[in-house]
């Protein structure tokens, strides 16, 4: 099944970016606001590398050792 590779690899191309947005600019700055827009972006970013850290995790498969 492609989809955990799939989750996995979106998730890593749009948080390197964001990375690059979080350690500052050369001026001293940052490029994300203190406010509720800028920590509801960086929530997001937590949410989609948790995402593409359940996508690595190997899938269990269930077994028919159910009662009869």
């Known amino acids: 099944d492609m989809l955990p590779a799939l989750a996995t690899s979106y998730a890593a191309g749009w948080?390197?970016?964001f990375g690059?947005?979080?350690s500052g600019r050369a001026e001293g700055?940052?490029?994300v606001a203190s406010d509720l827009r800028g920590y509801g972006l960086v929530?997001?970013?937590l949410v989609v590398l948790v995402i593409g850290?359940?996508?690595l995790s190997?899938?269990?498969v269930r077994t028919g050792g159910g009662a009869t």
């Open 15 to 17: 948080l390197v970016p």
């Open 20 to 22: 690059f947005v979080l």
């Open 29 to 31: 700055d940052y490029a």
């Open 43 to 45: 929530l997001g970013a």
């Open 53 to 55: 850290i359940t996508a």
């Open 58 to 60: 190997p899938r269990r």
